[in-house]
């Protein structure tokens, strides 16, 4: 067993953090719930959030859901979609549990070796008379090539629906990504750059569609008798709300904190032989999501797994977003598209891939020494 003194810190450094303010921010909208006498149930906490957060993200369409995950389940059943949805196998498994919820085969291409995002540029040769949507995924926030994978949907009449779990508040060349393709859904985990507890949001094209995700998203209620179609229970409740409402007062803080954290570890690591990164265009306005690193190890001379270790050992507790992928588990591996021979590049970068602690409270001396105990396991 380790000492604490060979810790890097006395306290567990986890790969995320929740930004939390004082709690009197949160106390005062304890109160207001109090009065309201609401808790759930589109509540005015709710419906203040929904309107603020599509006023902040410029979309003119947008619902809050109690879960990034239902957020897809909806949205996809709002589509009508059927038979194959082409996806990438690198994400989290909502983005094809989401698939299988809705009774619709994921078929899995591969991803671009430099961004990490599905590669348009193999999206078309998997398109079958089955195929009726693309689901990409806007890894760690870094926009997915929507122009090219926007033509193909187009001329292959096909929906597109993007995962922008990580992608809140992001902008290309000035225009939120969220107004890309027929749908996107965004997630509010605590572990995410923007957090409501447990949440996420739908937006939509139109105020019609809206309307039926909102009606999806309460059981297929209409009205107070009437039932409109088979529903779920999405809803986000008043607490989850009200601290949704409060971080969007701490947005650009915690943004500012972030560039400051990604810029000192990127100085820290750039020069690193066997280290790369996945880069962000200078036409990116990024949300500085998630701070992940590729392990090359042939280069660096340690495996990924083993850098992974050595840091759990000093109490640095790294995830390996996105491994395994996918297509490597049990549930989905037995698919024609899963099989790692078709899935090159996304098996290799599952294997180097390693998220680094990244959280706006994250002290620059303690990501100096986590970039000291990176350096020094360079062979
Ligand atoms: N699509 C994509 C591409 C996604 O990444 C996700 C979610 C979704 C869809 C679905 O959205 P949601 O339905 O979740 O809204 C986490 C999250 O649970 C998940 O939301 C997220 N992606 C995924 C990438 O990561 P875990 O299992 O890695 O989280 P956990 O609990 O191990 O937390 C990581 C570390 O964060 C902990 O070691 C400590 C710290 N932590 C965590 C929580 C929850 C805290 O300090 N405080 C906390 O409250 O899945």
Request: hydrophobic content about 40%; charged content about 25%.
């Amino acid at each position: 067993m380790k000492m604490e003194n060979e810790h890097l810190s006395e306290e567990p450094i986890y790969v995320t953090r929740p930004y939390l303010p004082d709690l009197n921010e949160y106390v005062q909208y304890l109160e207001k719930i109090w009065e309201n006498k609401y808790l759930t149930n589109w509540g005015p906490l709710a419906r203040e959030f929904e309107k603020e957060l599509a006023a902040m993200l410029d979309v003119p369409y947008l619902s809050i859901v109690s879960n990034g995950t239902l957020g897809l389940l909806i949205a996809i059943k709002v589509l009508g979609l059927h038979g194959d949805i082409i996806t990438t196998p690198y994400s989290f498994v909502a983005t094809a549990h989401s698939l299988i919820w809705n009774q619709l085969t994921p078929v899995f291409v591969d991803i671009d070796p430099v961004t990490g995002n599905i590669n348009p540029d193999l999206i078309e040769q998997a398109i079958t008379p089955a195929t009726s949507a693309i689901l990409p995924v806007h890894i760690y926030g870094v926009p997915c090539d929507h122009k090219k994978i926007e033509e193909i949907a187009k001329k292959h009449n096909l929906k597109v629906i993007y995962d922008a779990a990580h992608a809140f508040n992001v902008t290309y060349k000035g225009e939120s990504i969220l107004h890309w393709g027929d749908m996107s859904v965004l997630s509010f985990h605590a572990t995410k750059v923007f957090s409501s507890i447990e949440g996420g949001a739908i937006i939509s094209p139109t105020l019609e569609v809206k309307q039926k995700i909102d009606r999806l998203k309460n059981f297929g209620f209409v009205g107070e008798v009437s039932i409109e179609d088979i529903g779920i229970n999405a809803k986000m409740n008043e607490f989850q709300a009200a601290f949704g409402l409060m971080q969007l007062k701490h947005i650009s803080e915690t943004k500012q904190k972030r560039k400051a954290l990604y810029d000192f570890y990127m100085s820290g690591l750039k020069d690193i032989e066997g280290i790369s990164f996945f880069p962000v265009s200078d036409d990116v306005d990024y949300n500085y999501s998630y701070f992940p690193i590729r392990i090359h190890e042939e280069i660096f001379g340690r495996s990924r797994d083993k850098v992974y270790e050595e840091l759990k050992n000093v109490n640095v507790h790294t995830r390996r977003y996105f491994y395994p992928l996918i297509s490597s588990l049990e549930i989905y591996r037995d698919y024609d598209s899963a099989r790692p021979e078709v899935l090159p590049v996304a098996n290799e970068i599952a294997n180097q891939v390693l998220c680094l602690p990244f959280f706006p409270d994250l002290e620059h001396k303690t990501a100096a020494k986590i970039i000291s105990f990176i350096k020094a396991l360079k062979w």
